[in-house]
T-cell receptor, first 112, second 111 residues
Framework: EPEVTQTPSHQVTQMGQEVILRCVPISNHLYFYWYRQILGQKVEFLVSFYNNEISEKSEIFDDQFSVERPDGSNFTLKIRSTKLEDSAMYFC??????????FGPGTRLLVL | EDQVTQSPEALRLQEGESSSLNCSYTVSGLRGLFWYRQDPGKGPEFLFTLYSAGEEKEKERLKATLTKKESFLHITAPKPEDSATYLCALYSGGGADGLTFGKGTHLIIQP
């Protein structure tokens, strides 16, 4: 069964450093998303991406964040200058129909 | 603003003891209500999509139902492997692509 994959599974970085989180969505899906989940809190929407551009972003997704689909399979989330409060699980998701979204296993980001 | 409230926050059951989890919601226009299962340190695993009041979906020991204001996830004769956090999420569409999640119900099934 096709699934969303994410790398790395864990990332530790120093405050102020740039990180890139990578995702490979399900191959025939057209809509791509990033969510985050701070420990013990709810899953929160960050951004959606369709047809090579951002279609919606939340208030959390400020100028420190960017997304890219550099080739036909990868989808990346970049955090330019990490802050302590960026520590969270980051989930990539994809969907074929903009409704049912399938999530990856997540990247646990720890900012020190 | 779309809102999702799940109850209870945590539930401990004996193996075989059936129960229901609740998801109450307010939304301007519901395009879909989703149930996911999340194991510790893992991503949400899709279970069901419900689109309209009166709709029901079943999978093994789980059954999801939907009314105009809430959804229930019924668990019949649960087993320890059903232990997980169950998440409810809304999709309202209309340019709002992201799902709105509840905080989840942490379910523990004791052998």
């Amino acid at each position: 069964e096709p699934e969303v994959t994410q790398t790395p599974s864990h990332q530790v970085t120093q405050m102020g450093q740039e990180v890139i989180l990578r995702c490979v969505p399900i191959s025939n899906h057209l809509y791509f998303y990033w969510y985050r989940q701070i420990l013990g809190q709810k899953v929160e929407f960050l951004v959606s991406f369709y047809n090579n551009e951002i279609s919606e972003k939340s208030e959390i997704f400020d100028d420190q964040f960017s997304v890219e689909r550099p080739d036909g399979s990868n989808f990346t989330l970049k955090i330019r200058s990490t802050k302590l409060e960026d520590s969270a699980m980051y989930f990539c998701a994809s969907s074929i129909s903009q409704e049912t979204q399938y999530f990856g296993p997540g990247t646990r980001l720890l900012v020190l | 603003e779309d809102q999702v409230t799940q109850s209870p926050e945590a539930l401990r059951l004996q193996e075989g003891e059936s129960s229901s989890l609740n998801c109450s919601y307010t939304v301007s226009g519901l395009r879909g209500l989703f149930w996911y299962r999340q194991d510790p340190g893992k991503g949400p695993e899709f279970l069901f999509t419900l689109y309209s009041a009166g709709e029901e979906k079943e999978k093994e020991r789980l059954k999801a139902t939907l009314t105009k204001k809430e959804s229930f996830l019924h668990i019949t004769a649960p087993k320890p492997e059903d232990s997980a956090t169950y998440l409810c999420a809304l999709y309202s569409g209309g340019g709002a692509d992201g799902l709105t999640f509840g905080k989840g119900t942490h379910l523990i099934i004791q052998p």
